[in-house]
Every structure is written in structure tokens, then in C-alpha cells.
Nanobody, 123 residues
Framework: QVQLVESGGGSVQAGGSLRLSCAASARTFSSIAMGWFRQAPGKEREFVAGINWTGGSTLHADSVKGRFTISRDNTKNTVYLQMNSLKPEDTAVYYC????????????????WGQGTQVTVSS
């Protein structure tokens, strides 16, 4: 069982930055892939970024490439999402997710989810 707790959300003006954190309870954290998703009002949840168990391989959605960066610290059981150059269309609830596998690939399914943290970007 994996428990995930997100933090770091908030309100920011367009062009600003936020860093989301996700603390995981899993003893196996250092061997599993992690991801970030988001869901805007009236829209389906979408993949934002994923990172493999070592942190050596990452994926980012085209909509956030060059602006968002996923990273992890296995000594702290924490995964991060650094968000720069934020746009109003980035407004959403952001969810942390954990996989049962160590690798990361497009379309990967995640088995564990956090409660989400709200990010609001004003123009």
C-alpha cells in the first residue's frame, strides 16, 4: 500500500512559478515510478510528467515541456514538480501517482493516487 500526500499548490500570476511536492509512505519508494497528473474543471485527467525509479528517465507532456520538470529524492521519499512560466491553462487540481513498476513509459497506468492540490494561475 502506498499513501501519497501532495503539497505546494496555490495561486500565482501568469509567468510565475510553483513547486509541488509529493511525500510517499511506501517503503519501496526508491524502486517505483512516480507521476504527476492534472484535471481542470470539466476536463478529463491528463498526464503531466513521469519519472522512473532512479530518476534517470523522465517523460513530460508536450503541453508542459520546457516549463515543468519532474524530479525525485529517494532519500526523502518525495517527488517534485517544478512549474515555471505558468499559464492560465495550467489551472487544475494536480495529482501525484505511484506505479507498481520501476520504469516509466507513455500510457503507463498508475495504481496509487494522492488527494490532489489546487493550482490556480491568473492572467
Amino acid at each position: 500500500q502506498v499513501q501519497l500526500v501532495e503539497s505546494g499548490g496555490g495561486s500565482v500570476q501568469a509567468g510565475g512559478s510553483l513547486r509541488l511536492s509529493c511525500a510517499a509512505s511506501a517503503r519501496t519508494f526508491s524502486s517505483i515510478a512516480m507521476g504527476w497528473f492534472r484535471q481542470a474543471p470539466g476536463k478529463e485527467r491528463e498526464f503531466v510528467a513521469g519519472i522512473n525509479w532512479t530518476g534517470g528517465s523522465t517523460l513530460h507532456a508536450d503541453s508542459v515541456k520546457g516549463r515543468f520538470t519532474i524530479s525525485r529524492d529517494n532519500t526523502k521519499n518525495t517527488v517534485y514538480l517544478q512549474m515555471n512560466s505558468l499559464k492560465p491553462e495550467d489551472t487544475a487540481v494536480y495529482y501525484c501517482a505511484a506505479s507498481s513498476f520501476g520504469g516509466v513509459w507513455p500510457g503507463q497506468k498508475y495504481q496509487y493516487w494522492g488527494q490532489g492540490t489546487q493550482v490556480t494561475v491568473s492572467s
